[in-house]
């Protein structure tokens, strides 16, 4: 019976202008934001290359330098982009793509691509994921509000009750013919996401791009299927095929349009992020906080001094200098990550707020999956500049430890060459795999499959409930 349903909803929908005019508009739509999303990423890729490269020969080509003036030139650290990225920018271009890894100073990511793109901007980061959340919903509401409240208008509701067909064979069959249909407009971003498991580095990078992919797949198909029997429950509910309509393009405004601009805003009322003068002036008083401290650096003096049994800094086998400069960058390295956990915490608080919005739309649920799935959101942009610090930290050890043992008696006249420039390693990013942070998302994986299946009880209920009044 649920075969004979499906047959008679393709033909219906292969059939009616409606169907084919929505489908139309929703292919060229996805294809147009597939294609600019993809070109997006793989300029941001070629222009990464490009910069790793200069950046690289800039330093090596500067010449002889005092270690610690290298270490104030340093070098940048810049964020790979995933190829899922594509399907799903995230916060690619609000987040950041390169951190510069100086002495002294644990900086915020730069280079926003947000703050280049302007008015164009919400055109530029058009995406296929935002189409599948914010508009597949409503072509399915526009393409099922009839799927019920039309069998009634028509009559067909009381044979179809007559002939015995469940309320739940009826949902399941109307939703796989209107999935088969949606398919063939959707098709494009599974076409997108298997190009970007091609396109890995490595057998790991190539199993954890399958991997994230196939989560894909599976979150959208959770969402597919709680929009669709959402929609067919509301065709159910009501009489005529008119008030179903306004019933889901009013849901559709409220739940997957509004509220989550609305989330997002109160998330943000709620838990401020610092002024731009109050965060540089905290990283500042943390790099500063070795010098201002006298009492530790007498300690440190005193130490070292008995340790070699010698009385003046001078007499030291290394540059004392120096070696205060290393034990600066060790002073503040606690400070800047209590500075970045206090940052991060504000944003994890902004993501508690909208996953508690969630509970009333299930796009934004979908948006954290997606964005966690495709490596494009707050967790994955985190451990990139976590990366970058580690290797800020051994570059800047590194030139500090070369100036404690060379420079002595020298001072600030030491000077290196592209011997030690040619010993700091480039650096190298590779994002965490999606199974070892799996476990942060369960709340919205959960919420995600409570609404789908809410609405398929709802659906569900609906239609029983329509199919006895059809026979009543």
């Known amino acids: 019976m649920i075969t004979a349903i499906v047959r008679k909803e393709l033909r219906c929908f292969l059939r009616s202008g409606v169907y084919l005019s929505l489908a139309a508009a929703m292919l060229a739509l996805f294809v147009g934001a597939s294609s600019l999303s993809a070109q997006r990423i793989a300029a941001f890729e070629r222009e990464r290359v490009a910069a790793e490269a200069a950046d690289r020969d800039i330093w090596l080509e500067q010449g002889e330098r005092n270690p610690h003036s290298a270490a104030h030139f340093s070098r940048y650290a810049f964020k790979p982009t995933p190829h899922l990225v594509a399907f799903d920018p995230g916060t690619t271009d609000f987040s ?31 995406s296929p994921a935002w189409i599948l959340q914010t508009m597949a919903p409503l072509f399915l509401f526009l393409v099922l509000f009839g799927s019920i409240a039309g069998e009634r208008e028509q009559g067909t509701l009381r044979q179809l009750s007559a002939s015995g067909v469940s309320a739940r064979s009826l949902v399941l069959g109307k939703f796989i013919g209107a999935s088969v249909a949606a398919g063939l407009v959707l098709l494009p971003g599974l076409i997108l996401g298997a190009w970007a498991t091609s396109a890995g580095n490595g057998s790991h990078v190539l199993v954890d791009q399958a991997n994230r992919l196939l989560g894909l797949i599976a979150v959208y198909g959770v969402y597919v299927f709680g929009v669709g029997t959402l929609a067919i429950g509301v065709s159910a509910r009501f009489k005529d095929k008119r008030t179903a309509l306004v019933v ?50 007498e300690q440190l003096k005193r130490e070292q001094l008995a340790k070699h049994n010698v009385e003046r800094t001078e007499d030291l086998p290394f540059d004392y200098g120096a070696y205060q400069l290393q034990k600066s960058e060790e002073h503040a390295h606690p400070r800047f990550d209590a500075f970045y956990d206090r940052l991060d915490e ?31 959101d707050r967790r994955h942009h985190r451990a990139f500049t976590a990366s970058a610090e580690q290797h800020r930290r051994v570059i800047i050890r590194q030139l500090n430890e070369d100036l404690m043992h060379n420079a002595r008696g020298a001072g600030r006249d030491y000077v290196a060459d592209v011997v030690l ?42 239609l029983g409930r329509a199919l006895r009044r059809s026979v009543g």
């Open 96 to 126: 950041g793509l390169a951190v510069w890894m100086e002495a002294h100073n644990q900086n915020p990511a730069v280079f926003r691509r947000a703050e280049d793109l302007g008015d164009v901007g919400r055109f530029a980061s058009l």
């Open 248 to 297: 889901l393009v009013c849901l559709w405004v409220g739940s997957f349009a509004l509220l989550p601009r609305l989330a997002t805003s109160t998330a943000v009322t709620l838990h401020p992020q610092p002024d731009l003068v109050e965060l540089a002036a905290d990283l500042r008083a943390a790099s500063k906080a070795f010098y201002e401290d006298k009492a530790y650096q």
């Open 346 to 376: 504000i944003h994890r608080n902004q993501e508690r707020v909208l996953q508690l919005a969630a509970v009333f739309s299930p796009v934004l649920a979908l948006q954290e999956l997606s964005a966690g799935l495709a490596g494009s």
């Open 421 to 462: 420039w040619e010993q700091i390693r480039d650096f190298s990013h590779v994002p965490p795999t999606f199974d070892t942070i799996a476990s942060e998302y369960a709340f919205s994986m959960a919420l995600l499959v409570i609404h789908a299946l809410a609405a398929f009880a709802f659906a569900t209920a609906m």
